[in-house]
């Protein structure tokens, strides 16, 4: 079973930055790719961010890239995702998830597994 505890949500003024964690159970961490996905009221869950195994290979949403950096620490089980230059449309619940495969996961089915979610919300 995979337990993911993500952490680091909040309310941030448009313009500003805020990082989110993620902590993992630690015996097969290595093996997932992981990503950061977010569904915002009245709309489908989307993945905003995903990074293979080694974190070597990552891939963002058009809606955030050169502004959000996904990263991982397989020593310390846990991957982030960095958020900077926050829009009011990036308010969601932000979920972290672990894919099945160790490969590059892009679609939200590919991630079978999920926390609980951490609400960020950008105001105007």
């Known amino acids: 079973q995979v337990q993911l505890v993500e952490s680091g949500g909040g309310l941030v003024q448009a313009g500003g930055s805020l990082t989110l964690s993620c902590a993992t159970s630690p015996r097969t961490f290595s093996m997932y790719a992981m990503g950061w996905l977010r569904q915002a009221p009245g709309k489908e869950r989307e993945v905003v961010a995903s990074?293979?195994?080694?974190?070597?290979?990552?891939d963002y949403a058009d809606s955030v890239k050169g502004r959000f950096t996904i990263s991982r620490d397989n020593a310390k089980n846990t991957v982030s995702l960095q958020m900077k230059f926050l829009k009011p449309e990036d308010t969601a619940v932000y979920y972290c998830?672990?894919?099945?495969?160790?490969?590059?996961?892009?679609?939200?089915?590919?991630?079978?597994?999920w926390g609980q979610g951490t609400q960020v919300t950008v105001s105007a």
């Open positions: 998830a672990a894919a099945l495969t160790p490969g590059m996961a892009k679609s939200t089915t590919a991630f079978p597994f």
């Open positions: 990074v293979n195994w080694s974190g070597v290979q990552k």
